[in-house]
């Protein structure tokens, strides 16, 4: 059931004592009640908890566990008694830790009544259409957490798992976010029956937080060579049929998106494609809930550290100031804190170099700002085209470049072992590409 998070603890464990050590010493550890994982009222103590005392008494050092609330099991592992606490997910280790390499894996999915219709087109919109039930003491994995972040209208919190399939069964929230295992061992078996997965995200490394000293620096040393040589890191890849994406809905995207579907349809691969604010494309994609964006400003993705840019360039293109033809149109217009201008967030990444104190009003319907400041609701825009094609602005207003960039097409780096296809492909398609205006 847990082969991910077991399959070293039953490689045979021969390796010799290393030095450095007493021949007979313990480690204290502090854990919470997190069953199959870790668990008092188990006969192992919890999976992950006996897969580290597997690896650890064959060079005679035993593990002592105390099973505390988890909020309590980190703040009791600053004591000088603990070595640290496990197991927690990367995201968990607090300052004045230090994490050990992956022990194993966690899994984390969505998961719903089996009886409940989800109506939804795709993976974006469960968050927005649906409550999702979380644990409030969990610091979730980053890319995760900035998903919850930009949904927190339609997030409830929970103390434990138990508590949210009790929520769920009372119909407080559509969804829970939850490791299945844990789910299973803390229900009942009729609920835990009625259950069903809508989508499991990947899995989540488990690691001991060792508190920071000489001796637990020297400890995380030897956990990690026994790890190096007892953890089979090998994954296999299962080349997708249907992938879910995301693009941004603005004047001249359509072409980029015909250019990408047949990108993948030369691979055998069919996109389901979804309209987001551009912000929130990137956290979704960057948490791994889409697989791939249809064209971004490559020098935006750097911060994103599950984006993979994708080469050749699509495109080059520009930020370009839309100015009304009543006012002055120059770099001064930037500086001026009393005028407004509309903008996306992010093309504001994108111009951290300007001296930009005028008041900006945030946009990200990128389609509606031309017309905005045609109907004069604003006097300054500033927008995005492909270099080139801002002259079909020219009639209504006047045109100022700021700066130009690439326009790349963007994945999520689940999918690096398809970038050699895909980039290929990109290319021996690129010289009969035209594209439009595009963010």
Known sequence: MLKRLLHWALIALIALPLTGFAATSTWKIASLEWPPYASAHMDNGGDAIASLRDLLAPHDIAIEVDYLPWEQAQLRAAAGEYAGYFPAWPSEVRSGFIASAPLGFSHLGILTKKDHDLDYRNLIHLFEQYKVGVVASYVYPVNIQKVLNEYRETILYANSE???????????????????????????????????????????????????????????????????????????????????????????????IHFIEQVYAELGISLKLEAVPARRGLVLLNAGVSDIDVVRVAANMSRFKNIRVLAPSLAVGEHILLCDKAVPCNLAALSKPSNKILIARGTLESLAEFDIKAKLVFNEKLKSIPELLKRYEFEYAIFSTVFGDSRQYADNFNVLPLRRFRLNHVINRSLDPLIPEIERTIRDKLEDFTPNSMH
Do not use: C, W
């Not at 789910?183 to 989508?199: P, Y």
């Not at 956990?223 to 603005?250: C, K, M, S, V, W």
């Open 162 to 256: 138990k508590d949210l399939v009790a929520m769920l069964h009372r119909g407080s929230v559509d969804l829970i976010l939850a490791s299945p295992e844990v789910v299973t061992h803390v229900s009942s078996r009729k609920r835990a029956n009625s259950l069903r997965m809508v989508t499991q995200f990947a899995d989540i490394p488990l690691v001991l937080a060792f508190r920071q000293s000489e001796k637990n620096q020297a400890r995380q040393v030897l956990l990690n060579d026994l790890l190096q040589r007892h953890l089979d890191t090998n994954t296999a890849f299962t080349r997708p049929t249907e992938l879910t994406g995301t693009y941004i809905d603005t004047p001249g995207v359509e072409p980029f």
